[in-house]
């Protein structure tokens, strides 16, 4: 039983970090979301009594797996696998697999900690799950990627199905991998079902799901600037990564006339002052998509500077979409943003910003969006691939991207709902935690002991 005073964050932290010893991000994950309640459960006391937090930090279920497999020399290799299932109050398991060498119980632990508020966020009916491995698909042939996949699928499909857990993509998961996942899910199965998200579009896939997570993030900081009459239009645009989140935001961002003129991978980051427009986009798309090469090689095509092992926070950019991964914007690079005029921060990774780095934000008062808000396009576009596929139907790109946009006004709303202060700032990281909260809370204690 936990020895946490029930309405004492640093006692509950505490007895956090106890029990999920050597996970930081898990620990910073909850802390935020734990401070942002503080106030409303102290209004609420019914969440405490039911020890809804003690009970939404506690996974339902954690699976770690060897995966074995041969390279291409024929040495054998081993990773570990992984998948959290966090939260099933108010749907099956929904959340990504990450294939990063960084990954981690705690990075994984954060990760569908925050999947569950995104995913109540959206207004459909998903539970929150997260896994992945620390294999690193850089420098790995096809071929390996492919094996890898099959023995990963050989010891997950026993925990997944289209009405338990369904797992789609995240950082080193594209459709490539989704692709292998899938092929031996239905092999060991003999059943062609909605098991994964993100698949192609002639097996089950979703128009606008690649785009959806990047455009969604644009929408959500479109509504965030309508608050102060601003929009994207002339705007100057600062982007981290050159993954999916990031080509798509790219793309979006142009259509509204805006000018991105950074992108970066885990090697650096490249300024190109006359902005990706969607000729250089495709460039991109190719060079990582295809060719899998580093962001320095369209400095070299395109004759524009590169910063080895820096981020782009430097820069002169009125908005930030950082797009790349947990952490990547330190307590420096906020304060470089804000003294360069920065007005928007949205977030398209998860936890992008570290603790201090929201301090400054919130502190200047400028637009910031939590990812679990901002980016839950993705997700969002996830489920509606699980409607699809229940229905045996496929809905035109127009119809999914107006249902996107429709989500992405809805959370935005939901966060000024619960987030807005008395002097009419809206804090947005307290909306998106209260309003992600409630749902799940109410169907927790709807259900008994779960
Ligand atoms: P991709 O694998 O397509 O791209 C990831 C990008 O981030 C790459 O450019 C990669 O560079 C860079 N990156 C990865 N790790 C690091 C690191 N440690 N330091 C610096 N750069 C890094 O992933 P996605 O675009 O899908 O995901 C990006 C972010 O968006 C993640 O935080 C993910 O959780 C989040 N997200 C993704 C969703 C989706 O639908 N895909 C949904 C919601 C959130 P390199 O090539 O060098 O590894």
Known sequence: MSVASPNNTAAFMADLKAKNAAEPEFHQAVHEVVESLEDFLNEHPKYRHARILERIVEPERVIMFRIPWVNDKGIMCVNRGYRIEMNSAIGPY????????????????????????????????????????????????????????QSFMTELYRHIGPNTDIPAGDIGVGGREIGFLFGQYK????????????KGLNWGGSLIRPEATGYGNVYFAREMLKTKNEDFDGKKILVSGSGNVAQYTVQKVTQLGGKVITLSDSSGYILDPDGID????????????????????????????????KRP??????????????????????????????????????????????????????????????????????GLEMTQNSMRLSWTREEIDERLQAIMRQIHSTCCSYGKNENGFINYINGANIGGFVKVADAMMAQGAV
């Open 187 to 198: 092999r060991i199965r003999n059943e062609f079902t909605g098991v994964l998200t993100g």
């Open 313 to 382: 926070w430097s820069e002169k950019g009125d908005i930030a979409l950082p797009s790349a991964t947990q952490n990547e914007i330190d307590e420096a690079d906020a304060l470089a943003l804000i003294a360069n005029g920065c007005i928007c921060v949205s977030e398209g990774a998860n936890m992008p910003s570290s603790p201090e780095a929201i301090h400054v934000f919130i502190k200047n008062k400028i637009l910031f969006g939590p990812g679990k808000a901002a980016n839950a396009g993705g997700v969002a576009v996830s």
């Open 278 to 309: 969607d000729k250089k986009l495709e460039y991109v798309m190719h060079l990582k998509n295809n060719k899998r090469g580093r962001i320095e090689e369209y400095a070299k095509k395109y004759g524009v500077s590169y910063f080895k092992n």
């Open 94 to 149: 929904k959340g990504g697999l990450r294939f990063h060498p960084t990954v981690t119980l705690g990075v994984l632990k954060f990760l569908a900690f925050e999947q569950v508020f995104k995913n109540s966020l959206t207004t459909l009916p998903m539970g929150g799950g997260k896994g992945g491995s620390d294999f690193d698909p850089k420098g790995k042939s096809d071929n390996e990627v492919m094996r890898f996949c």
